[in-house]
């Protein structure tokens, strides 16, 4: 296994002092798959003063970023490696961190109080990959499963069940049998985990090709996390455009959208208002009026409770609340909507539309799916172009305004994005002169 240089120095200096160090988890896992190992931890049989001690008497630079939990983050060219000590976990009391770490010797100790059996192998030089819990045969075969009790595992650490749906959903893996039936018996666990945390593991959850099958297979664990989703499992759109209920369309959306975190956890919320403004008329074909509008207060209430940043939050908010304003394909004016949100949210309002209609019934969608795609190299052909949809993309401004007698403040605004939509509708020319030629009618 190839390791950093860095890495690499980091181990040999603990090794040269009679310690023992390898490289452990995600990046032994990622080598076996075939893929570029992302950060590299360590993990050693040398105590956290031990490590300090050894690598700043060779000018490393030390933080004691978990001292408590016997983990030291050394700072060598610029890069961050956390080394931390080989460790045996005490009571697990908040279902989340130990109350208490004890400090081994041995590296079978330090593993066996992992997570899953691919994430719980280690890699030195000297005794090459140490697989003591059968991750090798697991990756091989694509499986998730806990090390040692499943119970335990999840009872321990409750985040852990995120973990397990979140690496299915990345890595394409099936969740062992005693693994999958332990998440579903500690699902509700994960009310004592912090929003934010939950979150994480979420979106990317959200970003896996294997994304549809684990919201479909798992969908009591995101009935947890995101309770206002549960009466979608079993809402019916008993509708011509619609072949899936409310969660089951929800899901295939998220499948059908591209990668990318926003559009993807979007469209996870974009019809969570629909059970509760649902009408049936007396054909029996039900309706969902306002359900973006439902959906976004929803949406809202759920990105607070997971702590997400106000800019996360706003635009998923806006996405849902616009993306019924967009189903009738030919009404739609991208100058408009350029005017109205922007060129980045009028892209993701059409990409997440496209989305959206991937998931409805596929004999109805043809036109409308082929118009949005026309309407996105519309989009990207006004940009190109330099075409006015902004106010400050006007040939004049509120000084020239000022100069022919109108009054500053609101009859300048009004005037300006009067201008501005004629500018749009293509019924006046951006040009200075013609401009005020109009205004001085």
Not at 193 to 205: M, N, P, S
Request: glycine share 6%.
């Amino acid at each position: 296994m190839k390791l950093s240089e860095n890495a690499e120095k980091l181990m040999e200096l603990l090794t040269a002092d009679g310690f023992k160090a390898y490289a452990v988890g995600g990046c032994v896992r990622d080598y076996l798959l075939g893929k570029t190992a992302g950060d590299i931890d360590i993990t050693t049989s040398a105590k956290p003063q031990q490590v300090e001690y050894i690598l700043t008497n060779q000018g490393i630079k030390c933080i004691e970023t978990g001292i408590k939990h016997g983990t030291v983050t050394a700072v060598l060219n610029g890069e961050q490696y956390e080394i931390t000590t080989f460790r045996k976990d005490g009571d697990y009391k908040d279902n989340r961190r130990p109350e208490s770490v004890d400090f081994v010797t041995d590296i079978q100790d330090d593993l066996s109080r992992r997570d899953f059996t691919v994430n719980a192998m280690a890699y030195n030089a000297e005794d090459g990959i140490t697989d003591l819990f059968g991750g090798r045969e697991d990756l091989k075969n694509g499986i998730i499963r806990a090390v040692g009790n499943a119970d335990s595992r999840f009872k321990e650490d409750a985040l852990r069940i995120m973990r397990a749906l979140r690496f299915s959903a990345v890595l394409g893996f099936s969740i062992e049998e005693s693994t999958k039936k332990a998440i579903f018996e500690n699902r509700n666990l994960l009310n004592k985990i912090a929003g934010e945390r939950i979150f994480t593991e979420l979106t990317k959850l959200l970003m896996g090709d294997n994304a549809l099958q684990v919201l479909d297979e798992y969908r009591a664990v995101i009935g947890v996390i995101i309770p206002e989703l549960k009466p979608a499992f079993s809402c019916e759109q008993n509708n011509p455009w619609h072949i899936y209920n409310v969660y089951e369309h929800i899901i295939h959306a998220v499948h059908y959208a591209p990668k990318d975190e926003m559009i993807r956890l979007t469209m996870l919320l974009h019809d969570i208002g629909k059970p509760a403004v649902k009408t049936t008329d007396e054909k029996g074909t039900d309706h969902f009026k306002t359900h973006a509008y439902a959906g976004a207060e929803i949406a809202e209430k759920v990105l607070k409770r997971f702590k997400v940043s106000n800019d996360i939050s706003k635009k998923v908010t806006s996405l849902i609340y616009y993306h019924q304003a967009v189903e009738n394909v030919d009404e739609i004016r991208v100058k408009h909507w350029l005017a109205k949100i922007g060129e980045d949210y009028t892209r993701a309002l059409f990409r997440v539309r496209i989305s959206d209609l991937l998931a409805h019934n596929p004999e109805k969608i043809g036109y409308e799916v082929k118009k949005i795609k026309e309407l996105l190299a519309e989009l990207d052909e006004i940009i190109a172009e330099g075409d006015a949809f902004k106010l400050s993309d006007l040939a004049v401004n509120g000084r020239d305004l000022l100069a022919l007698g109108y009054r500053e403040g609101k009859e300048i605004g009004e005037k300006l994005h009067e201008i501005l939509n004629l500018v749009i509708d293509d019924k006046l020319v951006n040009e200075r002169n013609k401009i005020i030629e109009y205004l001085s009618q």
